[in-house]
Each structure stands twice: as C-alpha cells, then as structure tokens.
C-alpha cells in the first residue's frame, strides 16, 4: 500500500496570467470568439513560428474539420493517416466521405514510415497526414519529396508538437495546412482548444469564411463588403475569447513550460534508460535532427501482459500510468474501411505494449522520484 498521495497521469496548472486575462475578457464583454485574446493568440502563433496565418479554434479536431473542408474532400477521395494516432486524425477526412487508407509507423519514432508511403499512393489519393508523435519530427524532407511529386497536399496534425522542430524548422510549417491542440493534456492549455496553421496563403481567406459558419463575416468586419452572408460551407469553429484569454497567458509562458517540460523528461530519461535496456524495455526514439516538444515519456515494455502488469503495479503505489492509441485500423470504423488483422504490425506491436508515465508541466522532483523508483521495483 502507497502512504502518500496519488500521482496522476496529467493535471492542468496555472503558470502566468490566466486568471487576470480571463477577468478582463469577461470585463470588456469580450467573451464571443475572434476579439482581442484570440486576436493576440493568432498573431503570437504568427510571429513565433512564421506562419503566414494561425486562427485558434475550438478543437484539434475541427481545425482537421477544416483541413477536410479546405481541401474540397470528396466520397470516394483517399487520404493516407496513420494507423497509430488519435481518432481525429482519420474522422476529420471521413466527415467528407473520404476513404482513410491506414500507414503503419516506424517502429523507432512511431510516426508515419515515410518508407512506406509511396506503395499507399492511388491516382485518388489527395492528401497525407503526417503526425508528429509525442513532439518528434515525421521524416518531413522525404514525405515533402513525395507530396509534392505525387501533388498531394500535406496536413500536420500537430497536437502534441507545437514548439518541435525538424531539421531546425518548426513542425507545423511544412504542410500547406497543420493543426495544434490546446486540449488539456497539452503542454500548452486553454482545457479545450486548437488552432489551424495556414502555409499555402491561397486558402486563408476561404479558411476565415470556413471558421464562421460558411459567411463572409470577417470580411464585413474588416469592411470589405457592406453585409455579410452565406457565401461558402462552413461550420462554428470560432474559440471563445474566454477561453483565448486562458491561451494566451499560457503561450506567454511557453519559454518556461518547455524548459520545466525539458528538465522533467531528461531527468526520467536519465534515470530509467539503462534500466529500461538492461530488461529489453523500449524507451522513445529522438533521432538527433529532431528538436523535440517534450510532449510525452513512454515505455514499451516486452509484451501486451507485461505492460497490464505495470500498469496495475504503479497503481497499487498511487501512480497512474496510461496506455496510448489503439490500432485504428482494427477499430470498428477502421475494419468497415477494410482494415485487416497484421495490415500494421509495427502499429499493432507497440500499441500493445506502449505506457506513458505522469508527465505535466508542474510534476515536481519528489513526485518524479516516485515514479522512477516504483518503476524500477518493477520486475518485468
Ligand atoms: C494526434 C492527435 N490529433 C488530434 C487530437 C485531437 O485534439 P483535440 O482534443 O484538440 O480535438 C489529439 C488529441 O489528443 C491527438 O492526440
């Protein structure tokens, strides 16, 4: 039995000036989406990254809504995702009736194997997604190489890394199109949120009528047009300025969340990577080009049963430790598209044997100790 108190996998924290912001929002009446905090979060992503246009939104997920919508998705087009990522990834593109034709990943980095991309290319494939798991780079130089002589688009599904780069370029800069989560398991928060990054200009201004609602409103705003209206199709994808306000005290603070990010994942790396070798345990992959978000720790233990006997290890000492995405190619939509038993044997192997460690952006030093030392205890 454990004496102290539990360790969570995630917990969100307060780090700047969340709550002064959100006050003021509410304050001015600025609670509606697209006013000063959402204006200010666009611009920082803009700045920060040189993107030529950021718009928050309210989800990962509907900023790849969007994606799907800018793109002119149609039933029967193709789209190749990874089978090892988060339902988003794939249900944004069927939204649009499109075929999700499922990659398997590189059993080093567990993104999409860029080595087998080209063998999932048809003649009605219109677009890749690469995903760039737990913060390290997808092989952007060869999926870019691809893309662009096989004419298909690129979209970033950047959730777990903004503030990654790849070869010293930020990730979710090289699609036309990426999408960032704020959701609250994210280094960087507003507990339900995203944004869409736009690289290829010519789709900003359809991307603006996109986010409210299929109108031109923004354009009326900016007085461009005299009224505005029901001029494309379109959802409500506009975040709160609420919640915009929580955003952007956290982006303020993104040189700190990263630094105390950095500290907490080396300091596991340190203490569990020799452990973890000697007993044939698998521990992430940062090839050394990648500058990586520090977005997650994981393991990959020997087996499917070794890894639920962790789990319920570390519980019975107050430590939750989580497993990760399952095959979504084996899941019930991913068998109706024909997904197939053995279609991604690395995909299918380390999600059965991947955990993930308590890992966020306050886990002090002792609650660290904790955990290292009740996995070492482990005996696999
Ligand atoms: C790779 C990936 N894409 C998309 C999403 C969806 O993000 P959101 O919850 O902001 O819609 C997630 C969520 O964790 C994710 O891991």
Partial sequence: MYQSHPIPFNRSSLLGRELEYI??????????????????????????????????????????????????LQPGDEVIVPSFTFVSTANAFALRGAKIIFADIRPDTLNLDERQLESLISSRTKAVVPVHYAGVGCEMDVIGEIAARRNLAIVEDNAHGLFGKFRGRWLGTFGGLATQSFHETKNITCGEGGALLINDARLIERAEIIREKGTNRKQFFRGQVDKYSWVDIGS?????????????????????????????????????????????????????????????????????????AFISFLKSRGILSVFHYVPLHLSPVGLRMGGKQGACPVTEQKSERLVRLPFYNRLSQEDQDRVIAAVRQFQP
Avoid at 29 to 55: H, N, R, W
Avoid at 282 to 289: A, L, Q, S
Wanted: proline share 3%; aromatic share 12%.
């Fill in 236 to 308: 409500s994808y506009v975040m709160s300025d609420v919640l915009a306000a929580f955003l952007y005290a956290q982006l303020e603070e993104w040189r700190a969340i990263q630094a105390r990010r950095q500290r907490a994942w080396q300091y596991y790396d340190e203490n569990l990577r020799s452990w973890a070798q000697d007993r044939g345990i698998g521990c992430p992959v940062v090839p050394d080009y990648c500058e990586q978000a520090y977005h997650m720790y994981y393991l990959v233990m020997p087996s499917l049963d070794i890894r639920q």
């Fill in 23 to 72: 006050f003021q929002a509410m304050s001015v009446g600025q609670i509606a989406g697209d006013q000063t905090y959402s204006k200010k979060c666009d611009a920082f992503l803009e700045q920060v990254l040189g993107v030529p246009k950021a718009m928050v939104t309210t989800s990962c997920s509907h900023a790849l809504e969007m994606c799907a919508l800018l793109l002119d």
